[in-house]
């Protein structure tokens, strides 16, 4: 690849990604874009720009070979190889986040996960012990990490992402509600739950509003 994917691009492989794993799971070997429609949401159109992007992977009226295309898209990503990465929060959502990455998430190897906390020092989750944040920079060094996940309290997270920075992390999966000052080669995504939760709840007002409407 000679340039770099838009944004929008990359963040609908993961999903294609997802559905070639279950299709492979089913024992289906050729799959069309229609199908991949039908399975994602995107249309059809959109699902073949978006490989086109990266080259000629399926075959006009027959389809996608799902397995090759699996291939494909692994490398394009980078998960043909277990990408190392770092958890900076041992509370009840960075530690459900570090043993999903253990356990189910074979794309990812977590090199350590790290708290404030002195009660938390020691803490196991699986076959990996909670350490003091003293410890990350030598962690991340000698795995060579560069992706981290961040959990923690919204005043902590800037010192927290600089600190990162600072030893080497350039993607940072940022769980904590704030917005987050980087240099522009670093890479952050934001997931605020609690923003998703209420904006979910909007839908069911609207409904019950509706629902209020029409009955009178």
């Known amino acids: 690849m000679t340039k770099r994917?838009?944004?929008?691009?990359?963040?609908?492989?993961?999903?294609?990604?997802?559905?070639?794993?279950?299709?492979?799971s089913r024992e289906v070997e050729i799959v069309s874009s229609r199908v991949l429609s039908e399975e994602t949401g995107f249309t059809a159109e959109q699902i073949r720009k978006d490989f086109a992007y990266f080259g000629a992977f399926g075959t006009?009226?027959?389809?996608?070979?799902?397995?090759?295309?699996?291939?494909?898209l692994l490398r394009i990503i980078g998960l043909d190889r277990q990408t190392k990465l770092v958890v900076v929060g041992a509370g009840l959502l960075g530690k459900a986040l570090t043993r999903y990455n253990m356990l189910k998430n074979?794309?990812?190897?977590?090199?350590?996960?790290?708290?404030?906390?002195p009660a938390e020092a020691g803490s196991e989750i699986g076959s990996l012990k909670i350490r003091p944040m003293k410890d990350m920079p030598a962690v991340i060094k000698e795995q060579q990490v560069k992706v981290a996940m961040i959990s923690v309290p919204a005043?902590?997270?800037?010192?927290?992402?600089?600190?990162?920075?600072?030893?080497?992390?350039?993607?940072?999966?940022?769980f904590a509600p704030t917005k987050l000052k980087v240099p522009q080669n670093i890479h952050v995504h934001n997931a605020d739950l609690t923003n998703e939760l209420q904006s979910l709840i909007y839908y069911v007002i609207e409904d019950k509003e509706e629902l209020r409407s029409n009955s009178k």
């Not at 074979?106 to 906390?117: E, K, Q, R, S």
């Open 5 to 24: 994917a838009p944004k929008s691009i990359v963040k609908r492989l993961p999903i294609y990604l997802r559905v070639l794993d279950g299709l492979i």
């Open 155 to 174: 005043e902590s997270a800037q010192q927290v992402v600089n600190d990162l920075v600072d030893n080497g992390i350039t993607a940072i999966l940022n």
């Open 106 to 117: 074979p794309y990812v190897d977590v090199a350590g996960i790290f708290d404030a906390n």
């Open 60 to 72: 006009r009226g027959t389809g996608y070979n799902t397995e090759y295309l699996r291939s494909k």
